[in-house]
């Protein structure tokens, strides 16, 4: 079945950086494009990034570009989070997630890793 | 950047039809997803596209597109129902946005 586990999350310091994963598998991961989602505690859902399912394409909310970068290995069908000058309100639980296409629902959700960015 | 307002909560009698909004700027020229989120959970797709409901969704669960708004039905809600609902929409120029969010509480 199709199962995506998010590791990496933490505590971290403002204007620090921080990098997330998500391990996918029971699917061909090399088909799907691949998101990020955040929400945090008490909060909506934010969108953050999505990635294409060839890794050329790369689309980013507004309030992490130039700040976050999105990236894939699909020869280990994992997905990377890099994320750079932390800020508190950055703080979220961030959840991978696939869609069959960039503009495509995402249709399969990981249970997310926890980020807080505290001084 | 492209924004969704929704109504903070809807209530609903039980057997009764939820109609949740979602306004944004020309959203009917937009395809809009709908996903439902109980506590603890992932969110889940209930309409995408406007109005298709994904394998297992009931036909309950309907959608609507139109002008600046776009509508989420729940036609005979259940308890079962209430959790928090989104919309969300692709726009080109920012990416995926997802709507500020509706808590259904069935009465």
């Known amino acids: 079945q199709v199962q995506l586990v998010e590791s990496g999350g933490g505590v971290v310091q403002p204007g620090r950086s921080l990098r997330l994963s998500c391990a996918a598998s029971g699917f061909i991961f090399s088909k799907y494009a691949m998101h990020w989602v955040r929400q945090a505690p008490g909060k909506g859902l934010e969108w953050v990034a999505v990635i294409s399912y060839d890794g050329i394409n790369k689309y980013y909310a507004d309030s992490v570009k130039g700040r976050f970068t999105i990236s894939r290995d699909n020869s280990k069908n994992t997905m990377s989070l890099q994320m750079d000058s932390l800020r508190p309100d950055d703080t979220a639980v961030y959840s991978c997630a696939r869609s069959i296409a960039v503009a495509e629902p995402e249709d399969y959700w990981g249970q997310g890793t926890l980020v807080t960015v505290s001084s | 950047s492209y924004e969704l307002t929704q109504p903070l909560s809807v209530s609903v009698a039980l057997g009764q039809t939820a109609r949740i909004t979602c306004g944004g700027d020309?959203?009917?020229?937009?395809?809009v997803h709908w996903y439902q989120q109980k506590p603890g959970q992932a969110p889940v797709v209930v309409i995408s596209r406007n109005n298709k409901r994904p394998s297992g969704i009931p036909e309950r669960f309907s959608g609507s597109n139109s002008g600046n708004t776009a509508t989420l039905s729940i036609s005979r809600a259940q308890a079962g129902d209430e959790a928090d609902y989104y919309c969300q929409v692709w726009d080109s120029s920012t990416g995926y946005v997802f709507g500020t969010g509706t808590k259904v509480t069935v009465l």
């Open positions: 020309k959203i009917g020229s937009k395809n």
